[in-house]
């Protein structure tokens, strides 16, 4: 990864760590889930709401925590709405594989695009765990 590409990824991981999309309680959230990793501190708590499709209709979360975890949290919530349960999965699991640096042909060009960002990750182990928080 060159040096403009590398800090334009910095730029967009510090925007959604400040301005974090879908941030709040989720009143009428059908699922719940807490996260929370002790290696670094980070907590997260994302809603779900699905509608009887088993779409996302409407996803929150909250939490603190350092940039990353926070700016995985943001980019997710950005990215998961609308999406069917198996569509959501396959969009973990490709993640999962980007932020290790492991295969992530799976994912759509689209959404490898969105998730870029993250890709820088994987050269940090110890952040890995920052980054899959929101999505475990
Ligand atoms: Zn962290």
Known sequence: MDDSLRELYQDVIL??????????????ATHKAEGYNPLCGDRVTVYLALDEAGKVADIKFQGKGCAI???????????????????????????LHLVKGEDAAALSAEDRESLDVMSGISEFPMRVKCATLAWH
């Not at 980019?75 to 569509?87: N, P, V, Y």
Request: charged share 25%; proline share 2%.
């Open 69 to 95: 975890s926070q700016a995985s949290a943001s980019l997710m919530t950005q990215l998961l709405k609308g999406r069917s349960r198996e569509d959501a999965q396959a969009l973990m699991d490709g993640f």
């Open 15 to 28: 925007d959604h760590s400040r301005h974090p999309r879908h941030f709040g309680v989720l009143e009428k």
